[in-house]
């Protein structure tokens, strides 16, 4: 069965730095999306993206945050210039064309010191 | 905003028994889609079940029921013969217009052997 894979699965970065989170959506998905989970908290919604540009952010997802499609299988979340506050679980998340199921990846987590 | 609330923060159940977890939510739209996530110490969120509105049968898959409520506003989780493997974090969530979905605060799910 098709499956949304994340790379890496654990990362840990030091605050200032930037991060690229990568996902690799189930191949006939044409709706990605990007939500974290803080640890003990509840799976917050980031940005959705969609022909190419984003459709849908959250106040979260600030000047920091970037999405991109850089090619016909990767959708690559960038943070800028990690704060502590930026440690979590990032989720990726993917779905068909008319369809609202929405399938996640395992997850990337993020330590930033 | 949306809101969806899962006001049990835990639960436990006896291994082979039925158990029944709690979600309210907040919506003016007839047409939506409900979902229940199960989120183990892995982090990874796997679809449990999920329930169009329109239909006013319950979704059910294998051990896992809901019991959708359309006036009231909820959408329960019933899961029969509880496994020791069922034990998790679990969200309640909901979509509207295919767009992003938003979780409830989770219920953590203990299996008592």
């Known amino acids: 069965e098709p499956e949304v894979t994340q790379t890496p699965s654990h990362q840990v970065t030091q605050m200032g730095q930037e991060v690229i989170l990568r996902c690799v959506p189930i191949?006939?998905?044409?709706?990605f999306y990007w939500y974290r989970q803080i640890l003990g908290q509840k799976v917050e919604f980031l940005v959705s993206f969609y022909n190419n540009e984003i459709s849908e952010k959250s106040e979260i997802f600030d000047d920091q945050f970037s999405v991109e499609r850089p090619d016909g299988s990767n959708f690559t979340l960038k943070i800028r210039s990690t704060k502590l506050e930026d440690s979590a679980m990032y989720f990726c998340?993917?779905?068909?064309?008319?369809?609202?199921?929405?399938?996640f990846g395992p997850g990337t987590r993020l330590l930033v010191l | 905003a949306q809101t969806v609330t899962q006001s049990q923060p835990e639960m436990s159940v006896q291994e082979a028994e039925t158990v029944t977890l709690s979600c309210t939510y907040d919506t003016s739209e007839s047409d939506y889609y409900l979902f229940w996530y199960k989120q183990p110490p892995s982090r990874q969120m796997i679809l449990v079940i999920r329930?169009?509105?329109?239909?006013?049968q319950n979704a059910t898959e294998n051990r896992f029921s809901v019991n959708f409520q359309k006036a009231a506003k909820s959408f329960s989780l019933k899961i029969s013969d509880s496994q020791l493997g069922d034990a998790a974090m679990y969200f309640c969530?909901?979509?509207?217009?295919?767009?992003?979905?938003?979780f409830g605060t989770g219920t953590k799910l203990q299996v008592i052997p």
């Open positions: 329930q169009e509105a329109y239909k006013q």
């Open positions: 998340a993917s779905r068909e064309y008319a369809q609202e199921t929405q399938y």
């Open positions: 969530g909901k979509v509207q217009g295919y767009q992003k979905v938003t």
């Open positions: 191949s006939n998905h044409l709706y």
